[in-house]
């Protein structure tokens, strides 16, 4: 900078006394003007600033010339409040011209520099200084994709349906809403959170006759679904007038989980807080009793409030529209017909990390093997191969896994609905304003369909029936699947126990209503999307950086007709043999965070339960604490609780159990065998017995408490036996200790991986 430079000047002033002041001044103009050769533009503020800063350095220098032939000695000089940089000046020489103030060669230079400095600062143009851009003419700007208001005005629509889906199933409700909308003279609209800027809520009173429904599921403990995370941190963060929006709340849980509906309730909540108008009351599905006819129930309830609120009529009986249109593919570039991917078109071909729920990495599976010794069941370990995947994990994340369905059964309805399975078509939307333009990957073959992306396995909902149902030919066959669809007390009771406990798929009513062939395009439209299973990861990224491993029980039972029904992704898991090519044993999988996590602190204890298969994240736990003890780090207790049916039967990875409490890293390994003995043991029962050195362990120690298995009786059974031990060593009445309990959990000390 040249404030250095002029410093360095002044510096070889004080450092040669006999210096006159025209050389001083000429050194301290050249600094000036190298300085400006060397600048960089600058803004117009610092160009000021520093011709300020040069006007002081100058008048500061003449001025010491002017003191130093006046006193005859030695001056300093402070400059720019730098108390270290002084300037001395000598006595001039006893000449008289000297004696004068200043010289004539002194009095030319200051006038040329002043004149200089004068047509620099005010006249001169500033070459140095930043131009000012053009200002560009305003346009208006374009309608953005993620404004949902902008969509509704272009289409008519006044009813918008966000879902929070993880499985589908609010997805699928936000659909069936958003067509009921047409019977009531009103246009719906179903919306994914994630593609929108929920901000726009405040503009929604924009439109007459608006209302926003939120068909909300909760995820795990409470959480939101992925596609609903951004919504719901706006939700936390926002503080916007919403006093023109009216809305409605559906939430979809499961009673097993300590938070129900976690979701939906605080959806509901929140928007009430932020001024929004709630026209129907909150619904709360329960996946654990009837999920279809609590949203049945609430649904037949809700569109009446609507009526009445807008001033509305319904203007016919419920009536079939199609959603999509089939086009058939005769002459068509096989290269751009989709054969099973999620996403990207021959994604599974040409991997391109990274690899997410829209582009799974295909995964080699390079071990399979049985873990039981007996039993009817098959419990296995898999390992799954992402070497050059970049994929990356952490004990106690899941992975999820897209499974296929059973080529049987794919075959089968072929058959009997008469079709070419191999045949290529497309469903495309008939709403071309849609972001949905197909209900999934299109084009594609009708076996392609059926196999990878459509759910043929689970009962079907109460919609599809009455969509299939004009297509029975049979009066008596069509009257029986209405019946089931509509809301009436006796057609639930029936839906309940022909579909819903027997366990009828798509494939077993098609076998026991002969009359009822729907055409295959409509059948695949109307059935959900097969979704991810997701698996609690077996193993540590630290010892297993390029493997993930499973641990899953394969899923078998016979129904009340008969049947035998078979999980879809633990057998396709099962038949993932390794084999040389590799090509049959690739496994499309992405891994989904999780917040089940290890202390930050290794020397933190752990107290880990899980029976049965909810054995596989404290195997990763276990790995990672031996490994960190091999690294030299502290590692505090760590306490195993497991279960199983028999000793020698089920125990699963019983060796490697052994190792790690034999070398002291699992220090207790506590095994309850509930069919061993003539009284069932469970792992609740050991926790009583342990029950003073569990609250020790706690209390003291800080440990760390993890839950992984079955919701709905073990980690109940469990949560309630804590509640007990800390009742009774805490000293504490029942509510004080389901308190602390919940205390535990809101600090991440008790944390629960469970299913139902």
């Not at 029976?611 to 091999?630: C, D, S, V, Y």
């Amino acid at each position: 900078m040249w404030l250095q430079r002029a410093r360095r000047v002044l510096r070889q002033v004080g450092s040669a006394s006999s210096a006159p002041l025209s050389l001083s001044l000429a050194q301290l103009c050249g600094a000036f003007t190298g300085s400006l050769n060397l600048r960089k533009p600058l803004q117009k503020n610092q160009w000021l600033f520093e011709r300020v800063l040069l006007l002081d350095v100058v008048v500061t220098c003449m001025d010491s010339r002017l003191q130093e032939t006046r006193r005859q000695s030695f001056v300093p000089l402070t400059i720019m409040g730098d108390a270290s940089m002084e300037l001395n000046i000598s006595p001039p020489d006893n000449s008289a011209q000297q004696d004068s103030a200043f010289s004539m060669m002194d009095l030319f230079l200051i006038s040329l520099i002043t004149g200089l400095f004068t047509y620099w600062f005010f006249f001169r143009k500033k070459k140095e200084e930043v131009p000012d851009l053009p200002k560009m003419q305003s346009v208006a700007a374009p309608v953005r994709d993620s404004s949902f208001i902008e969509k509704m005005k272009k289409t008519g629509r006044n009813i918008v349906v966000f879902y929070g889906s993880q499985t589908g199933t609010a997805e699928e409700f936000a659909n069936r809403l958003s067509k009921d909308a047409h019977r009531y003279g009103l246009r719906g609209m179903a919306a994914d959170p994630e593609e929108y800027d929920l901000s726009d809520l405040s503009r929604l009173s924009e439109i007459d006759k608006s209302l926003a429904v939120f068909c909300m599921a909760t995820y795990g403990e409470g959480d939101p679904t992925d596609n609903a995370q951004d919504f719901y941190d706006w939700l936390q963060e926002a503080d916007t007038d919403l006093s023109g929006l009216r809305f409605a709340v559906f939430g979809l849980g499961n009673k097993t989980y300590e938070h129900f509906n976690a979701m939906g309730k605080y959806v509901d909540k929140r928007l009430e807080e932020l001024g929004a108008q709630r026209i129907f009351e909150l619904g709360l599905g329960d996946d654990d009793g009837n999920l279809e006819e609590d949203f049945i129930t609430w649904r037949e309830q809700f569109w009446p409030a609507v009526c009445e609120h807008f001033g509305v009529e319904a203007t016919g009986e419920e009536s079939s529209i199609r959603q999509y249109e089939l086009v058939l593919h005769t002459d068509v570039n096989m290269n751009k017909v989709y054969t099973g991917e999620m996403g990207r078109l021959k994604s599974y071909e040409n991997q391109k990390p990274p690899f997410d729920a829209k582009n799974p990495f295909l995964a080699q599976v390079r071990e399979n093997r049985k873990l039981n010794e007996g039993g009817e069941r098959h419990l296995m370990h898999l390992e799954l191969d992402i070497s050059n995947s970049k994929i990356r994990y952490e004990s106690g994340d899941h992975v999820a896994v897209y499974p296929a369905n059973d080529s049987s059964l794919v075959n089968q309805i072929g058959e009997i609905l008469g079709t070419d399975l191999d045949t290529i078509m497309s469903l495309n939307n008939l709403d071309e304003e849609s972001n949905k333009k197909h209900p999934f990957p299109c084009p594609t073959s009708y076996r392609t369909a059926l196999t990878y992306y459509l759910d043929i396995t689970n009962p079907p909902r109460t919609n599809v029936l009455y969509e299939l149902a004009q297509y029975a030919t049979d009066a008596g066959e069509q009257e029986r699947l209405r019946k089931m669809a509509s809301s009436a007390a006796e057609g639930k009771a029936l839906y309940l126990t022909w579909v819903v406990e027997a366990r009828r798929n798509i494939l077993a009513i098609l076998q026991d209503m002969p009359s009822l062939r729907p055409p295959i395009d409509h059948l695949c439209e109307l059935l959900p999307r097969l979704q991810a299973r997701y698996y609690s990861i077996a193993s540590s990224s630290k010892v297993h950086p390029n493997a993930i491993h499973i641990c899953a029980v394969t899923v078998e039972y016979e129904t009340k007709t008969g049947r035998l029904n078979k999980g879809v992704a633990t057998n396709w898991l099962k038949n993932k043999v390794p084999d040389e090519n590799g090509s049959n044993s690739r496994v499309p999988m992405y891994v989904r965070k999780s917040q089940f996590r290890l202390p930050f602190k290794p020397s933190t204890p752990v107290i880990m339960i899980g029976p049965g298969t909810g054995i596989a994240p404290f195997i990763g736990f276990i790995q990672e604490r031996a490994w960190l003890k091999q690294q030299g780090k502290e590692v505090g207790e760590t306490v195993l609780y497991y279960g199983c049916r028999r000793e020698r039967e089920d125990y699963l990875y019983r060796e490697e159990l052994a190792r790690f409490h034999q070398e002291g890293v699992l220090t207790q390994l506590n095994v309850a065998f509930s069919r061993d003995q003539a009284e069932k043991v469970y792992v609740q029962h050991l926790l009583k017995k342990n029950k003073e050195n569990i609250w020790k362990l706690v209390n003291e120690g800080n440990a760390h408490i993890y839950v992984c298995g079955d919701a709905r009786n073990m980690a109940r059974d469990v949560q309630n036996t804590f509640y007990e031990i800390v009742a009774e060593f805490g000293n504490m009445s029942q509510p004080q200790a389901v308190d602390y309990v919940k205390k535990l959990m809101t600090k991440g000390r008790y944390s629960l991986d469970v299913w139902s």
